[in-house]
């Protein structure tokens, strides 16, 4: 198996890096590509950069040029769900785009026109052995809906109007809807796996650099072990 890794910042990707061996770089476009293994199986990675486009970018660069079985989309995310808190996991059941509306001409909110579909349905596989190991390792994890958008989250009101509208939604972030649409596009399976940085509230930008890099650090340590797990 070959596992596509992505994170948006160097936060997110930077043990992941450390962890490879028999690395090589190579730069397509702006985006730099780590190959190598992670504990025997063969893996690449790259740091997309922050919001959708950059990430629907990388991710169908890695498909084309590297041709991943697996993609997982790794970092930290808002709480949408009262039930976590700053480094809780939340796994995609699901992801989608709360800011893809074309409701005045009739459609529902989050529909991409053309395919349409709302939710892009994550890889069942993928979904319950993270869960199995994140319940063993961490204790808490939240499988549901990942909600991305152009923006970041730091009001109630903005998040009460996300859940009003996907009551599924757990955690919402800027990349991981994209990623799910770009995987589809190109038949390929993904998973998204992020740790819980901020309540995606009036708080937020005080949470959010206070617990960064812990919670990249549970989300790694989690993508790790199942990587791990892939060479058992």
Partial sequence: MKIGLIGA????VTSLASSMKNRRDECVGEFQFMCGEIEG??????????GKVAAAVATQTMILKYTPDLIINTGVAGALSPLLVPGDIVI???ALQYDMDTSPLGDPVGLISGI?????EADKTAVDTLVKIAEEQIGKVLVGTICSGDRFVASKEEKD????????GVACEMEGGAIAHTAYLSRTPFVIVRAISDSADGSSHMDYPTFLKKAAKTSFELVYSFIKSQNM
Avoid: P
């Fill in 9 to 12: 910042m160097e936060v997110e």
């Fill in 92 to 94: 995609s059941e699901n």
């Fill in 161 to 168: 109007r996300i859940l009003s509208l996907f009551s599924s």
């Fill in 116 to 120: 349409n579909k709302i939710y892009f």
């Fill in 41 to 50: 199986v063969e893996c690449v990675l790259v740091r997309s950069g922050i």
